[in-house]
């Protein structure tokens, strides 16, 4: 069950940013969170965050006090449903502009998983065809454009049938 309760503010490590949260994205897996199959207690739930970067680390390169970001924080981490979270830079990119800060939130992990299935692990390339099964969902969604972009074919279930026999 989530309580509402006053935490320490998070320090961030060498190569962490301090963001103060200004949304956080809510995904399916969060359901399985609250089902209680995580065992570390306390625990701040929250995997996706846009926000303001208030601290960065001594290591830190990519982004400076001010900056606007979002970021995935990792299962091990977590801790988007707090005001403060700490994300390490690699995890987390300069917002756009033409995005609001609730938007920004509901991208990292669902476009993170995208990428690791297409990129990552199929090594998706120019020329080929992927068959994209929910495509407007929110993988989906990024699923298609990441394919697109890199040069392949997409396919969508029940959408881009090839011809056959009836």
């Keep these: 069950m989530l ?10 490590k060498d190569d962490e940013v301090l963001i103060r949260v200004m949304a956080a994205g809510v995904n399916p897996v969060d ?4 089902e209680g199959r995580i ?12 926000g303001v970067v ?3 680390g001594n290591k830190v390169t990519k982004f400076k006090r001010g900056d606007a970001v979002y970021a ?4 091990e981490e977590q801790g988007g449903y707090a005001e403060f979270a700490v994300a390490n830079q690699d995890h987390a990119a300069l917002k756009p502009r033409s995005i609001d800060f609730e ?7 669902a ?3 995208a990428w690791q299935a297409l990129v990552e692990k199929a090594g998706l390339s120019a020329g080929q065809t992927v068959l994209i099964h929910g495509g407007s969902g929110g ?3 990024f699923a298609v454009q990441i394919a697109k972009a890199r040069g392949a074919k997409v396919m969508r279930y029940g959408i881009d049938r090839e011809p056959g026999p009836a």
């Design 103 to 109: 938007k920004a939130a509901s991208v990292p992990l």
């Design 3 to 12: 309580k509402y309760e006053d935490a320490p503010r998070p320090q961030p």
């Design 72 to 75: 995935y924080l990792s299962f």
């Design 139 to 141: 993988v989906g969604t």
């Design 54 to 56: 208030e601290q960065a």
């Design 39 to 50: 065992t570390r207690f306390p625990f701040i739930p929250g995997m996706d965050v846009a």
């Design 31 to 34: 359901v399985f969170i609250r």
């Design 111 to 113: 476009a993170t998983t």
